[in-house]
């Protein structure tokens, strides 16, 4: 996570607080508004660095499968799954 990621996140949690502070309808849609904006950015964070892993391993069949299987978050099954 970048820095300015973290700086959101901590005024998303601010914002929040202060909602549960006043528990107003203009702090709660303030919260809403910024917590919106904050997961979209995420998001676009998170497409902009799988995109840049896939541009890296594009020569690599065995690293790209790799980034695919961890991007859907399927892996080995650990000992006692059944």
């Given at each position: 996570m970048t820095s300015g990621l973290l700086t959101s996140r901590?005024?998303?949690?601010a914002?929040?607080?202060t909602y549960v502070g006043c528990r107003s309808p203009a702090a709660?849609?303030?919260?809403?508004?910024?917590?919106?904006?904050y997961n979209k950015i995420v998001k676009k964070a998170k497409q902009n660095?799988?995109?840049?892993?896939?541009?890296?391993?594009?020569n690599d069949l065995r690293k790209t499968w790799a980034l695919i299987n961890d991007t859907v978050r399927r892996g080995k099954k650990k000992q006692g799954d059944d």
């Amino acid at each position: 996570m970048t820095s300015g990621l973290l700086t959101s996140r901590n005024r998303k949690h601010a914002l929040y607080k202060t909602y549960v502070g006043c528990r107003s309808p203009a702090a709660l849609q303030t919260f809403k508004d910024y917590r919106n904006l904050y997961n979209k950015i995420v998001k676009k964070a998170k497409q902009n660095h799988i995109q840049s892993k896939f541009t890296l391993f594009k020569n690599d069949l065995r690293k790209t499968w790799a980034l695919i299987n961890d991007t859907v978050r399927r892996g080995k099954k650990k000992q006692g799954d059944d």
